[in-house]
């Protein structure tokens, strides 16, 4: 009779552990902020929110994710409907230039509206949008 008793608990105890481990994983937690106007040097960032995001400012975003350890951002921008701006970047230690110019050969000028997408690719080379913030450029 102990022996089931030990054997019951000791299951239950690995079914609990199998659940924690389960509930862990998927409650990975992932924020994306900004705009934030980028400083030619790097040094420290002004929230563009303060002063408006404008037509050809550089940008960029804080990001935070326990879901990957290698995170993109996605900047897309649109203006009247029309894609006028698609650009990806690397969030991670290594990943180069995490900075944004608000322009393209496609985008000349004028105000536009932006959504960064947090995101990372998964196993099977998918994309998967973590979190994402939308703003406004001004002309």
Known sequence: MLKKAALSLSL????????????????ASSSITGPYLASATGS???????????FGDT?????????????????NCYQNG???????????????NQNFGLYSPSWHSGAA????????????GKWKVLASTSFSVSA
């Open 82 to 96: 029309a894609l006028v701006m698609n650009s990806w970047s690397a969030f991670f230690p290594g990943g180069v």
């Open 113 to 124: 509206d932006c959504t960064a997408d947090l995101g990372m690719l998964t196993s099977n």
């Open 12 to 27: 239950l105890a690995l079914f609990a552990f199998a659940g924690t481990a389960v509930a862990s994983k998927t409650s």
């Open 44 to 54: 420290p960032l002004t929230a563009a929110s303060a002063t408006t995001a404008q």
């Open 59 to 75: 940008i960029t975003f804080n990001v935070s994710t326990t879901a990957t350890n290698n995170p993109f951002v996605n900047l």
